[in-house]
């Protein structure tokens, strides 16, 4: 009997690894590096059994001090998360995961580790000799983190007429001012030594080799017509130390000189759970633009329940400040905002279109005829002047796509209080939302930051903006 168990046992394993996709430590060998570079694959599953058909290949690039393993370990855990996208209807394609060591996916500046030209042109065409990979730059993309972020960037800013598609994901980069206040020994062995300027102190650290490297130096309005080539995804999540002040600034530098990208800010750190959620919407993305779409639409838009109990006098009231949204959307953005009130306590939710009448001037009518313990506002569009002037009334504040100041570099937030800011990424006040998330850093404020996908339909927006907001609102 148990001789009959051990050999089900090891018929079950033996189905189990047949099952499994990930290919582990498969050779390679660089000339130019004169070094062993192994990498993993996922091949589509009727790869065997389609034997004429060709697939895009997508370029997974990894982490300093991380291998090609790491994407499918137990928090990014790639197969498990690949088979739920194509148990969803994802297409197939052929997934590469390289070993790029400490390289940030670049040459060095001495020209003796030339890892950028290796990948270039070594490592891309022996994938493409040796798999139905789709050779050309239409079918080839990268996706990256962290170190492997900057390298999923930098590859194809580079070498545009080989990738059509970049989504680096938590990119591991600094503005200058970061990179002069780096230790030393931090500087030298991370960036002096691939991009110039070992044991310089000050502005000798910012040398042409990096600049030429460098996102801030290269998305440039000169460079506009040959980086636009590229599509850009940009992915980082809200509680990132500097690495999200880096990632947003070169947003805003993206907006202001043209490019045309996709920007998103989630719930998240620099961990493998973060980046796994970033793939069930990068990775569909690319599909997307592969297959010649045009405008990228993922958001759905919520139900609404009309059916919502009246305002109750109590406990919190939230005010709804708008700049003059149509009267239907304005009940539906209430009722989104009561829905979460799952435990029915007392909640008011007060709209107030402050092209009629102020926020200040509501609230003080309100306040007449009601009683509460807690004020909360969310405002919108143009109404976030007031709210913001007004901060010191309310113990949470969230404001959706949102006009605060005119110098965005002087936004402050009180750390006594909530802040809950989201914008689209094609929004028209992405400087506030991106200022004060730096507000609240740097004094230590409670706080979520989103950036989301922007859609054609303004009312479609909004309602996912109310959406995003309604975990966090407390009673």
């Keep these: 009997m148990k001789k009959i168990l051990y050999i089900c046992l090891l018929l079950a394993c033996s189905l189990t690894a047949s099952a499994q996709r990930w ?88 020209g003796k580790y ?37 390298g999923a960037m930098v590859l194809p800013l580079k070498n545009t007429d080989t990738f059509c598609i970049s989504a680096p994901l938590s990119m591991s980069f600094r503005t200058d001012e970061m990179y002069l206040e780096e230790p030393l020994k931090w500087w030298n062995e991370q960036w002096g030594s691939i ?5 310089q102190e000050g502005e000798g650290r910012l040398t042409d080799y990096y600049k030429a490297h460098c996102p801030y130096y290269q998305f440039t309005k000169e460079n506009l017509e040959e980086l636009s080539k590229v599509k850009w995804f940009i992915h980082c999540g809200d509680d990132e130390e500097r ?39 990068v990775i569909p993305y690319i599909e997307f633009i592969m297959n010649d779409g045009q405008q990228w639409e993922f958001d759905a838009v919520p139900e609404i329940n009309m059916d919502v109990k009246r305002n109750q006098d109590g406990g919190t ?11 239907r959307l304005v009940k539906e953005m209430i009722s989104l905002i009561k829905s979460t009130n799952a435990e029915d306590k007392p909640l008011a939710v007060v709209a107030c279109n402050t092209r009629w ?15 509460f313990t807690d004020a909360q506002v969310i405002a919108l569009g143009k109404a976030g002047r007031e709210a913001y002037g007004l901060q010191e009334n309310f113990s949470r504040l969230y404001f959706d796509n949102a ?22 990424d094609d929004g028209p006040y992405y400087k506030d939302m991106g200022g004060l998330y730096k507000a609240c850093k740097k ?25 995003t907001i309604k975990p966090y609102i407390i009673y």
């Excluded at 620099?270 to 959620?277: A, M, P, V």
């Excluded at 009448?357 to 009683?371: G, N, V, Y």
């Design 23 to 110: 290919q582990s430590s498969q050779p390679f060998h660089s000339e130019m590096l004169d070094q062993d570079l192994p990498y993993a694959i996922v091949l589509p599953s009727d790869y065997d059994a389609e034997a004429d058909k060709s697939y895009p290949v997508i370029y997974f690039t990894h982490g300093i001090g991380c291998t090609p393993d790491d994407w499918n370990d137990k928090y990014i855990q790639f197969e498990n998360t690949l088979n739920e996208m194509e148990a969803a209807g994802l297409g197939d394609f052929i997934y590469v995961f390289p070993t790029g060591f400490n390289s940030y996916y670049s040459n060095t500046y001495d």
């Design 114 to 150: 030339p890892y950028m030209d290796m990948f270039i042109q070594e490592f891309i065409p022996f994938i493409d000799n040796n798999y139905r990979t789709i050779a050309d730059r239409e079918h080839r993309a990268t996706i990256g983190f962290s170190m492997g972020g900057f």
């Design 195 to 199: 991009f110039g300027g070992i044991d």
């Design 243 to 281: 690495l999200l002040i880096a990632n947003d600034d070169l947003h805003i530098q993206m907006r202001e000189n043209g490019y045309r990208h996709e920007y998103r800010v989630g719930d998240g750190g620099h961990t493998g759970r973060y980046w796994r959620t970033c793939l069930r919407e």
């Design 317 to 327: 009231v939230i005010y709804l400040a708008h700049d003059g949204l149509r009267r």
């Design 357 to 371: 009448t102020s926020l200040q001037k509501k609230m003080k009518r309100w306040s007449r005829r009601h009683s």
């Design 403 to 424: 006009d605060l100041l005119d110098d965005e570099t002087l936004l402050t937030a009180d750390p006594q209080k909530f802040w809950y800011m989201s914008q689209t």
């Design 443 to 467: 004094s230590g404020a409670e706080f979520q930051y989103r950036v989301r996908n922007g859609l054609p339909d303004s009312r479609s927006n909004t309602l996912i903006g109310i959406e």
